[in-house]
T-cell receptor, first 111, second 112 residues
Framework: DAGITQSPRHKVTETGTPVTLRCHQTENHRYMYWYRQDPGHGLRLIHYSYGVKDTDKGEVSDGYSVSRSKTEDFLLTLESATSSQTSVYFC??????????FGPGTRLTVT | KQEVTQIPAALSVPEGENLVLNCSFTDSAIYNLQWFRQDPGKGLTSLLLIQSSQREQTSGRLNASLDKSSGRSTLYIAASQPGDSATYLCAVVADNNNDMRFGAGTRLTVKP
């Protein structure tokens, strides 16, 4: 999986609790991304990073924040989880923007 | 806003059949188009990437074509095998804003 790990792989949490998902890469790629995948919607970009401490919003960023303090780690935080954030979350990396490699995904359930 | 559509959502074929998966997009100003494979519970694996200046790419039994002017791409799979069963997604990167948009995918089942 191109040296990408995600943790945790599965999580169940309650509405209103904060949740942080971690993406770790060993490829030293500049770009990192967080997507969510929902039935009928394909993958949608939440946030991405183009360098340490450099991040930008994607298509569905509301309710999510990100941080990147090291090249290898990109964190996605749900400040107060809602049921609509139940989804499968994928991290991706790339050297340039245009060819991305995906991690195994994190299945998040918000009850 | 770019919209990417994949029809059909699901397809079932007998082993050995040649098949075509379709991807359409609404804005022809794309930088590239990529086809991915996703197995159940797994991440995405890139199959083929076509730059906007190219018409097709081939890898083994797979051939992807791109017609920017009509906003269409096809993924041709020759001599399908049960191991080809997976969901296939296409994604386009816009020419002017580095935005990658995905279709919802076609779930392919190849029956022995």
């Amino acid at each position: 999986d191109a040296g990408i790990t995600q943790s945790p792989r599965h999580k169940v949490t309650e509405t209103g609790t904060p949740v942080t998902l971690r993406c770790h890469q060993t490829e030293n790629h500049r770009y990192m991304y967080w997507y969510r995948q929902d039935p009928g919607h394909g993958l949608r970009l939440i946030h991405y990073s183009y360098g340490v401490k450099d991040t930008d919003k994607g298509e569905v960023s509301d309710g999510y924040s990100v941080s990147r303090s090291k090249t290898e780690d990109f964190l996605l935080t749900l400040e107060s989880a809602t049921s609509s954030q139940t989804s499968v979350y994928f991290c991706a990396i790339s050297r340039t923007f245009y060819e991305q490699y995906f991690g195994p995904g994190t299945r998040l359930t918000v009850t | 806003k770019q919209e990417v559509t994949q029809i059909p959502a699901a397809l079932s074929v007998p082993e050995g059949e040649n098949l075509v998966l379709n991807c359409s997009f609404t804005d022809s100003a794309i930088y590239n188009l990529q086809w991915f494979r996703q197995d159940p519970g797994k991440g995405l694996t890139s199959l083929l990437l076509i730059q906007s200046s190219q018409r097709e790419q081939t890898s083994g039994r797979l051939n992807a074509s791109l017609d920017k002017s009509s906003g269409r791409s096809t993924l041709y799979i020759a001599a399908s095998q049960p191991g080809d069963s997976a969901t296939y997604l296409c994604a386009v990167v816009a020419d002017n804003n580095n935005d990658m948009r995905f279709g919802a995918g076609t779930r392919l089942t190849v029956k022995p």
